[in-house]
């Protein structure tokens, strides 16, 4: 089974910068202390900084290097109440958008259907959808004691390698987005499925539409 094609490299782990940026919430000024996609410089691969992997993994490496740079882990109750602040925040800025949020104990899984992510057979973010991913990185950056595992599916139509290969671009252009709007690249991990994960029937085109997807599952960080 197939996942995705590039490793972090560590220089991009490792990446810091200390630098001002306007707080999209507050439209203030502040200090941030994490790397942003401007600091990034050049691109590594297509992955422009942010960890593609061949298989699920990286969460110990990516815990490491945040709480490293002083983002701290969760501990208790404090779990629960802050995936619960950031769960509902997602709700109400995603209500009509066509993107639905979900639960999983204490993560949260925002499924975005490709119908209203891409176009057809395309790889770029839909103009009309900017505006919901811009609401999508504001609440990730307000919630930085998370990990982001972005994931790219399609349905069972034409070639398996083919339906690969989109699945990872679609999920690295989620992850290029969220970047460029100031999310961490550290906390990202990014694997593109393909037809391999479906969560409704390929036989039949409403089946199939769910699942063209992009999903990104958020994670706390935990001591």
Same mark, same amino acid.
């Given at each position: ?26 439209? &203030?000024?502040? @200090? ?19 960890? %593609? ?22 501990? !208790?109750?404090? %779990?629960? $109440?802050?995936?619960?602040? &950031?769960?509902?925040?997602? @709700? ?6 066509? +993107?639905? +949020? ?6 949260? %899984? ?5 119908? +209203? /992510? ?6 770029? *973010? ?6 919901? #991913? ?5 609440? #990730?950056?307000?919630?930085?004691? /998370? #990990?982001?595992? %972005? ?12 339906? &690969? ?6 999920? +690295?252009?989620?992850? &290029? ?10 906390? #990202?991990?990014?694997?593109?499925? !393909? ?16 699942? @063209? @997807?992009?999903? *990104? ?5 935990? $001591?």
């Amino acid at each position: 089974m197939k996942k995705s094609i590039l490793l972090l490299t560590v220089s991009a782990i490792a990446l810091a910068s200390c630098q001002t940026q306007t707080d999209p919430l507050t439209g &203030q000024a502040q @200090r941030n202390n994490t790397a942003g996609g401007a600091a990034l410089g050049a691109l590594i691969g297509a992955g422009a900084g942010f960890l %593609i992997a061949r298989k699920k993994g990286g969460k110990d490496q990516r815990k490491a290097a945040l709480i490293g740079a002083g983002i701290g882990g969760l501990t !208790g109750a404090g %779990i629960g $109440n802050y995936m619960d602040r &950031q769960e509902q925040e997602l @709700r109400q800025h995603l209500q009509n958008s066509g +993107v639905s +949020v979900s639960r999983s104990g204490n993560d949260i %899984i925002i499924n975005m259907p490709s119908n +209203v /992510t891409f176009g057809s057979d395309s790889a770029v *973010v839909n103009s009309t959808f900017a505006g919901v #991913l811009n609401s999508v990185a504001i609440i #990730l950056n307000k919630y930085p004691n /998370t #990990l982001l595992d %972005i994931d790219g599916h399609t349905d069972s139509s034409g070639d398996p390698t083919y339906n &690969q290969q989109l699945s990872e671009r679609r999920a +690295v252009a989620v992850g &290029q987005y969220l970047q460029g709007k100031g999310t961490d690249p550290r906390r #990202l991990l990014v694997v593109g499925f !393909g037809e391999t994960r479906p969560i409704a029937s390929n036989d039949n085109e409403q089946g199939k539409s769910q699942n @063209r @997807r992009v999903e *990104v599952r958020i994670s706390p960080i935990q $001591n």
